[in-house]
């Protein structure tokens, strides 16, 4: 018995549209061991199920909280994540019934960011002395997080 379903029933389905409104707690993402992403509310979604010639089309949207540690200063941060979707299901079995939460699943986990950012232009951490250069600056370079260049060794050589 799965613990997380969204059926529809497609005798209903032939006789109408079925519009769905509905959340799961936040097992529902499955993450799994993911370390660097947690869920922080419940999944929220909705849609609108239409039975067509060729199959099932649903149109809606999910949303949810999520939170993990900025990809470049490491400061933890909370960020919203929400799709738009169609999904057209054919394969319809011989079921009365399709579970469509195993799609809506997918959906919302295809919108979460690749990299969490606190903001779009954080500084992120020096690499040399680690300081959180949002914060203040460091010694080290003048902050540019630069490369060893070439023309390094030939200042030296010339000393
Ligand atoms: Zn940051
Ligand atoms: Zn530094």
């Not at 519009?19 to 061991?33: I, M």
């Not at 469509?100 to 954080?122: G, K, M, Y």
Request: charged letters at 30%; aromatic letters at 6%; one cysteine or more.
């Amino acid at each position: 018995m799965k613990k997380y379903a969204v059926k529809l029933s497609l005798s209903r389905l032939e006789k109408e549209k079925i519009t769905v409104d509905g959340s799961f707690d936040e097992g529902f993402l499955d993450l799994g061991n993911d370390d660097f992403i947690s869920v922080k509310s419940s999944v929220n979604y909705n849609f609108e199920a239409e039975l067509h010639a060729s199959g099932v089309v649903i149109r809606g949207s999910a949303s949810v909280r999520i939170g993990g540690e900025c990809g470049r200063c490491l400061k933890e941060v909370e960020q919203d994540v929400s799709t738009d979707y169609t999904l057209f299901i054919d394969e319809l079995g011989n079921s009365d019934e399709i579970d469509v939460s195993e799609d809506i699943r997918e959906e919302l986990l295809l919108a979460f960011p690749a990299n969490i950012l606190c903001s779009d232009d954080c500084k992120g951490l020096c690499p040399v002395c680690g300081t959180d250069l949002n914060k203040k600056n460091c010694p080290c370079s003048n902050n540019a997080p630069a490369a060893p260049s070439p023309w390094d060794k030939l200042d030296e050589l010339g000393k």
